[in-house]
């Protein structure tokens, strides 16, 4: 019985390692579930400007590792990379430099954790519309996503 365990642990060990060995080396990147949290412009002059923020899943399938550095879209006066921690008691959402993204893993960029940040929205964020993003990485360079508006 302890024979047939170790012989099927040994066959899963060699197929995930074959697996992995035809993993490209470099960062190969893939986009998954890309959404943008709804928003409207503020009707009142006296309020703040809306934000908004975009989420998704990357997955990198390459051996070598990738960092998402900066972010950029038309719809927004600024955009952002930011995490949302809890200090003390407050949850507050802060900028961050980069988005590290290892080989053969994945980053997620979600509601309360990390995402990008639309800043100063430009126009209305209505559910269905579709908002255009352009991604900075350290290595892959620039890849344009579109992410689909909905409600949180």
């Not at 060699?14 to 998954?32: D, G, I, K, S, V």
């Not at 989420?55 to 955009?79: C, F, H, P």
Request: charged residues 25%; glycine residues 6%; negative net charge.
């Amino acid at each position: 019985m302890k024979q047939t365990i170790l012989l099927l642990l040994l066959t899963i060990a060699l197929l995930l390692t074959a697996c992995n060995a035809n993993a490209p080396e470099e960062p190969a990147l893939e986009f998954e579930d890309v959404w943008a949290r709804a928003a409207l412009l503020p009707t009142d002059s006296s309020a703040t400007a809306a934000t908004s923020a975009i989420y998704m899943t990357i997955r990198n399938r390459g051996k070598t590792g990738d960092k998402l550095i900066n972010a950029s879209s038309d719809v927004a006066e600024i955009v952002e990379l930011h995490t949302t921690e809890t200090r003390n008691g407050m949850t507050m959402m802060s900028r961050i430099d980069e988005v590290e993204i290892p080989g053969l893993k994945k980053a997620e960029l979600k509601p309360g954790g990390l995402h990008v940040m639309l800043i100063r929205l430009k126009q209305n964020l209505n559910p269905g519309d579709t908002v255009k993003v352009t991604l900075e990485f350290e290595k892959s360079g620039s890849i344009e996503v579109e992410a689909q508006v909905r409600e949180p």
